[in-house]
């Protein structure tokens, strides 16, 4: 209770101007005290005024009151500084640099705490008080504090604009609707500002509706990805395990066919050394014989030789001759093996490779399919214009920057960093990007035709570099229609020839996201020339390459 009681006399003693206690108190005509030098320089700021007001009740004194100091209030001040308390705020009342300062405050400021739209003033929390306390006080606006309650403020009449001329669509004050606004469609501030709220509320609906779809569109996306990656997780853990399963099928079938052929060595090597054997005794037997036959023809007597000769045992059965065979016993083996071999691979390399992992495409969004009929192309007619800031200066632009046209005089164009300064080239103002449709009427006057383009804005403008030229580079797609007959379509200095006559009008048909882009010719029908099937990576813009005087070409109103 204590402490609370001094926080009382703190604030009862306090100068509401400097918000320190008083220095040589002085009491103004309405009842309220001040510091001398704080009333005397907040008053010294309006001199130019003849009535001087107070800060906190606005009540106002004509002539200048004369200020006396008053001494017992300033005695009082003195014995409350013996307390030891001061009335300085902390640091962090203070306004920085960044913070609406109090208007009232003299000195170092405090960081206001509202503003008032009908003072134009911002006030700390102190002198905030008469808003609060004073009836009359108590109706102004109060608002968060602002830097910029001074364009509220009439630069004619230095009154409140607090009117809105629809007419001219401007805030406005009381005596403008008098005057210069005279007659106008005017309402008052916050009548327009409540339509405008309302038309807010509905933007914003709009908005939020918009913000759930795709917020729901997200969430779809999110599960396909989940989706797609479990899928994907699955076929990649099935896969290992089929190839597990596989090589160890043929692991196994490695070692049957080891296994058989190792079973076979044995056999044909056993049959191989039992023969090798047979004939080996055979030329034992052979060779004992011929010892025989030469020992008995060595003999001298003839009687001998004839009583032994008849007793010589006769030869055995000789063994069949041997027909020695290329070594191949085991060849079949390697050839089976080899077309198992070349039978899985032609399975791997072509009708696993092409069947199956190519006919698995993730499909997250399905693209749209090109419309089929013109009617069906103009649902996505897009108004597009020239951009008369890129535009070559021998090129005339006309019918509303639709139509270009190469003129043998220079156009007074200023200088600009996009335009084109060699190439009779011109780009559109609208970039390009979802689903796009366009005709093109050209004419060939001159002899020379055009080239019907789309190109990104970063392609080069200065010079005679085939870097600026649309068809050229990588940074545009060009269909040249020099004659009927002899069209052809160009990319990256690459061109395909257009086959099948072209037609004074050409339509093109654009979808970005699936990176389709297809040159037509119009007629009673419409013929394909040409179609690109790539990946836009930038907002695509229309271009006209006029190659002769008096050729032209015009983008051509659709709705």
Same mark, same amino acid.
């Given at each position: 209770?204590?402490?609370?009681?001094?926080?009382?006399?703190?604030?009862?003693?306090?100068?509401?101007?400097?918000?320190?206690? @008083? &220095?040589?108190?002085?009491?103004?005509?309405?009842?309220?005290?001040?510091?001398?030098?704080?009333?005397?320089?907040?008053?010294?700021?309006?001199?130019?005024?003849? +009535?001087?007001?107070?800060?906190?009740?606005? *009540?106002?004194?004509?002539?200048?009151?004369?200020?006396? /100091?008053?001494?017992?209030?300033?005695?009082?001040?003195?014995?409350? &500084?013996?307390?030891?308390?001061?009335?300085?705020?902390?640091?962090?009342?203070?306004?920085?640099?960044?913070?609406?300062?109090?208007?009232?405050?003299?000195?170092?400021?405090?960081?206001?705490?509202?503003?008032?739209?009908?003072?134009?003033?911002?006030?700390?929390?102190?002198?905030?008080?008469?808003?609060?306390?004073?009836?009359?006080?108590?109706?102004?606006? @109060?608002?968060?504090? %602002?830097?910029?309650?001074?364009?509220?403020?009439?630069?004619?009449?230095?009154?409140?604009?607090?009117?809105?001329?629809?007419?001219?669509? *401007?805030?406005?004050?009381?005596?403008?609707?008098?005057?210069?606004? &005279?007659?106008?469609?005017?309402?008052?501030?916050?009548?327009?500002?409540?339509?405008?709220?309302?038309?807010?509320?509905?933007?914003?609906?709009?908005?939020?509706?918009?913000?759930?779809?795709?917020?729901?569109?997200?969430?779809?996306?999110?599960?396909?990805?989940?989706?797609?990656?479990?899928?994907?997780? /699955?076929?990649?853990?099935?896969?290992?395990?089929?190839?597990?399963?596989?090589?160890?099928?043929?692991?196994?079938?490695?070692?049957?066919?080891?296994?058989?052929?190792?079973?076979?060595?044995?056999?044909?090597?056993?049959?191989?050394?039992?023969?090798?054997?047979?004939?080996? *005794?055979?030329?034992?037997?052979?060779?004992?014989?011929?010892?025989?036959?030469?020992?008995?023809?060595?003999?001298?007597?003839?009687?001998?030789?004839?009583?032994?000769?008849?007793?010589?045992?006769?030869?055995?059965?000789?063994?069949?001759?041997?027909?020695?065979?290329? @070594?191949?016993?085991?060849?079949?083996?390697?050839?089976?093996?080899?077309?198992?071999?070349?039978?899985?691979?032609?399975? @791997?390399?072509?009708?696993?490779?092409?069947?199956?992992?190519?006919?698995?495409?993730?499909?997250?969004?399905?693209?749209?399919?090109?419309?089929?009929?013109?009617?069906?192309?103009?649902?996505?007619?897009?108004?597009? +214009?020239?951009?008369?800031?890129?535009?070559?200066? *021998?090129?005339?632009?006309?019918?509303?920057?639709?139509?270009?046209?190469?003129?043998?005089?220079?156009?007074?164009?200023?200088?600009?960093?996009?335009?084109?300064?060699?190439?009779?080239?011109?780009?559109?103002?609208?970039?390009?990007?979802?689903?796009?449709?366009?005709?093109?009427?050209?004419?060939?006057?001159?002899?020379?035709?055009?080239?019907?383009?789309?190109?990104?804005?970063?392609?080069?403008?200065?010079?005679?570099?085939?870097?600026?030229?649309?068809?050229?580079?990588? /940074?545009?797609?060009?269909?040249?229609?020099?004659?009927?007959?002899? %069209?052809?379509?160009?990319?990256?200095?690459?061109?395909?020839?257009? %086959?099948?006559?072209?037609?004074?009008?050409?339509?093109?048909?654009?979808?970005?996201?699936?990176?389709?882009?297809?040159?037509?010719?119009?007629?009673?029908?419409?013929?394909?020339?040409?179609?690109?099937?790539?990946?836009? +990576?930038?907002?695509?813009?229309?271009?006209?390459?006029?190659?002769?005087?008096?050729?032209?070409?015009?983008?051509?109103?659709?709705?």
């Amino acid at each position: 209770m204590a402490q609370k009681g001094l926080e009382l006399d703190r604030e009862t003693f306090s100068c509401s101007i400097c918000l320190d206690l @008083l &220095k040589d108190p002085v009491a103004i005509p309405c009842g309220h005290s001040y510091c001398m030098n704080c009333i005397n320089s907040f008053w010294d700021e309006g001199d130019e005024k003849e +009535t001087h007001s107070c800060p906190q009740c606005r *009540q106002s004194f004509t002539p200048r009151p004369v200020l006396l /100091k008053n001494t017992m209030l300033a005695v009082l001040v003195e014995e409350l &500084k013996k307390t030891g308390l001061q009335a300085a705020p902390a640091d962090h009342c203070y306004a920085g640099a960044g913070d609406v300062a109090c208007d009232i405050c003299t000195g170092r400021k405090l960081k206001a705490h509202k503003s008032c739209l009908i003072c134009l003033v911002s006030y700390c929390e102190k002198h905030l008080q008469p808003h609060y306390n004073v009836a009359q006080l108590k109706k102004h606006k @109060l608002v968060e504090p %602002s830097k910029k309650l001074q364009e509220n403020v009439c630069s004619h009449h230095d009154e409140v604009m607090k009117m809105f001329c629809r007419t001219d669509q *401007q805030l406005i004050c009381y005596l403008c609707s008098m005057d210069k606004h &005279k007659g106008h469609d005017t309402v008052s501030a916050a009548a327009e500002r409540a339509e405008r709220q309302r038309e807010l509320e509905g933007s914003r609906q709009n908005i939020q509706q918009r913000i759930q779809d795709r917020e729901k569109d997200v969430k779809l996306l999110q599960q396909q990805a989940e989706a797609i990656n479990l899928s994907a997780d /699955k076929a990649v853990e099935d896969s290992e395990k089929i190839f597990t399963e596989l090589i160890r099928l043929l692991e196994k079938r490695s070692s049957d066919v080891k296994q058989q052929v190792r079973s076979r060595q044995k056999s044909e090597e056993s049959r191989v050394r039992e023969l090798q054997e047979k004939l080996e *005794q055979e030329i034992t037997e052979l060779k004992r014989r011929d010892a025989e036959l030469k020992k008995l023809s060595h003999t001298e007597d003839h009687n001998q030789f004839l009583h032994n000769y008849p007793s010589l045992s006769p030869l055995s059965q000789s063994a069949s001759s041997i027909h020695i065979r290329p @070594l191949s016993c085991f060849e079949d083996v390697t050839a089976a093996v080899s077309e198992v071999r070349e039978k899985l691979q032609d399975v @791997l390399r072509e009708k696993w490779t092409n069947d199956s992992l190519t006919g698995t495409k993730v499909d997250v969004l399905m693209p749209e399919p090109e419309p089929k009929t013109r009617a069906g192309f103009l649902k996505y007619s897009r108004d597009i +214009t020239l951009d008369p800031n890129t535009a070559n200066t *021998q090129l005339l632009l006309s019918e509303g920057n639709r139509k270009a046209t190469l003129m043998g005089d220079y156009q007074p164009y200023p200088n600009h960093p996009d335009r084109f300064t060699k190439r009779s080239q011109v780009l559109s103002r609208e970039s390009l990007t979802g689903r796009c449709y366009w005709e093109v009427e050209w004419s060939e006057r001159g002899g020379g035709g055009v080239s019907v383009a789309v190109a990104c804005k970063n392609i080069r403008r200065a010079g005679w570099s085939k870097e600026c030229l649309f068809g050229q580079n990588y /940074k545009s797609w060009a269909l040249s229609c020099c004659n009927k007959y002899s %069209s052809s379509f160009w990319y990256n200095k690459v061109h395909a020839p257009v %086959s099948g006559p072209v037609s004074s009008r050409v339509g093109v048909y654009l979808d970005h996201s699936a990176g389709i882009l297809s040159f037509y010719s119009v007629s009673d029908t419409m013929t394909l020339l040409h179609r690109v099937q790539t990946t836009f +990576t930038q907002p695509l813009y229309v271009g006209f390459w006029i190659l002769n005087s008096k050729d032209s070409a015009e983008l051509c109103k659709l709705k």
